[in-house]
T-cell receptor
């Protein structure tokens, strides 16, 4: 069964600190992995997207890593800010049966709270 | 570029009533998704359209939920009759044609449904 698991479920850090969120998946065959940020009451917004051939991608203070062999990904946030408080969702796409379909399998997310 | 538009933003109904949500995807995007996100959980796919055809509706409770995408553009999701457990945020997302290697999926802000 295709599953995406994230840890920790929730995390509290102080402003300015770094943190790392984890994502393990069992999706196979695998096409790509995405990290989304979801602010309370809003839709998810994409942070990074990586195909199976990429092992790291950065977007400002966000750096995602991918190990397709162990089926693990991490999202590292550097020098956290209060605005980083949100849920971070790992989303994995299986290899498409045809080129014009793209399924998204969502993890349950990590809720991050950044305090001053 | 305009984003994915959803309406209404909030809806409160009594159980057994019916409700409809509307989504206008980004212009030119062939793939449209409807997700249900229960508080504290990741989004769950209800239905995926490719143009005006259904790609995946395996998790859509077809006895009460229906969706259509006329002319391959706007889409509506209907619940009739609603149950208490349908209380959730309903997210619409769209992505360009040819998603195979992970084209970006853009989300609307969602419709928060409360069934009382």
């Amino acid at each position: 069964k295709n599953q995406v698991e994230q840890s920790p479920q929730s995390l509290i850090i102080l402003e300015g600190k770094n943190c790392t969120l984890q994502c393990n998946y069992t999706v196979s065959p695998f096409s790509n992995l995405r990290w989304y940020k979801q602010d309370t009451g809003r839709g998810p917004v994409s942070l990074t997207i990586m195909t199976f051939s990429e092992n790291t991608k950065s977007n400002g203070r966000y750096t995602a890593t991918l190990d397709a062999d162990t089926k693990q990904s991490s999202l590292h946030i550097t020098a956290s800010q209060l605005s980083d408080s949100a849920s971070y969702i790992c989303v994995v796409s299986p290899a498409a049966l045809s080129y014009n379909t793209d399924k998204l399998i969502f993890g349950t997310g990590t809720r991050l709270q950044v305090f001053p | 570029e305009a984003g994915v538009a959803q309406s209404p933003r909030y809806k409160i109904i009594e159980k057994r009533q019916s409700v409809a949500f509307w989504c206008n995807p980004i212009s030119g995007h062939a793939t449209l998704y409807w997700y249900q996100q229960i508080l504290g959980q990741g989004p769950k796919l209800l239905i995926q359209f490719q143009n005006n055809g259904v790609v995946d509706d395996s998790q859509l409770p077809k006895d009460r939920f229906s969706a259509e995408r006329l002319k391959g553009v706007d889409s509506t999701l209907k619940i009739q009759p609603a149950k208490l457990e349908d209380s959730a945020v309903y997210l619409c997302a769209s992505s360009p044609y040819g998603g195979g290697l992970g084209t970006e999926a853009f989300f609307g802000q969602g419709t928060r449904l409360t069934v009382v």
